[in-house]
T-cell receptor, first 113, second 115 residues
Framework: DAGVIQSPRHEVTEMGQEVTLRCKPISGHNSLFWYRQTMMRGLELLIYFNNNVPIDDSGMPEDRFSAKMPNASFSTLKIQPSEPRDSAVYFC???????????FGEGSRLTVL | AQKITQTQPGMFVQEKEAVTLDCTYDTSDQSYGLFWYKQPSSGEMIFLIYQGSYDEQNATEGRYSLNFQKARKSANLVISASQLGDSAMYFCAGNSGGSNYKLTFGKGTLLTVNP
């Protein structure tokens, strides 16, 4: 079975540009998570969907960040406009039940110049 | 909400020896889960082991075992017979029903296995 698929794996962009990160969760999983990892702040939960509905977006840094899950097999995380402090690795993860483990994608490394 | 604390930024162990990585958690929920993940230098997050709050036995998965002490709210990871490939960042994580089962991570412990 395919794991969680993220794209792009690497993105380099200039400050002010729009960035869209994509995620395809494991088929049959009903929860999807977006995390951001930096050296300074570790792994931070940005937003969490259950059955395509956002359950907790308290970790979304500011209005420049938005996330959607239009269907069970696709989610996007958008940053507009991007800033250098958004540089990080963004992980998407999915899960099939409440207390189950998360399965992570390989991450999208974002560099904003 | 679940709060996870890892107090060891880095640990060293000799190859073939056992090592314990510390993790404490803080939740008022009765139902919760505790997890350990490994992140090698290549960056992927690898699930290692899970312990449920109602599990009576400590979880084990091959060379990994979780030393679960509920009264102390600790969930330490024990790696037996360390191998060079165990050198990585290790994250403890937890979730609970009261926090909508969102998974919260500790800051991580960087383990280095010496030959």
């Amino acid at each position: 079975d395919a794991g969680v698929i993220q794209s792009p794996r690497h993105e380099v962009t200039e400050m002010g540009q729009e960035v869209t990160l994509r995620c395809k969760p494991i088929s049959g999983h009903n929860s999807l998570f977006w995390y951001r990892q930096t050296m300074m702040r570790g792994l931070e939960l940005l937003i969490y969907f259950n059955n395509n509905v956002p359950i907790d977006d308290s970790g979304m840094p500011e209005d420049r960040f938005s996330a959607k899950m239009p269907n069970a097999s696709f989610s996007t995380l958008k940053i507009q406009p991007s800033e250098p402090r958004d540089s990080a690795v963004y992980f998407c993860a999915s899960r099939d039940r409440g207390l189950g483990e998360l399965f992570f994608g390989e991450g999208s490394r974002l560099t904003v110049l | 909400a679940q709060k996870i604390t890892q107090t060891q930024p880095g640990m060293f162990v000799q190859e073939k020896e056992a090592v314990t990585l510390d993790c404490t958690y803080d939740t008022s929920d009765q139902s919760y889960g505790l997890f350990w993940y490994k992140q090698p230098s290549s960056g992927e997050m690898i699930f290692l082991i899970y312990q449920g709050s109602y599990d009576e036995q400590n979880a084990t998965e091959g060379r990994y075992s979780l030393n679960f002490q509920k009264a102390r709210k600790s969930a330490n990871l024990v790696i037996s017979a360390s191998q060079l490939g165990d050198s990585a960042m290790y994250f403890c994580a937890g979730n609970s029903g009261g926090s909508n089962y969102k998974l919260t991570f500790g800051k991580g412990t960087l383990l280095t296995v010496n030959p």
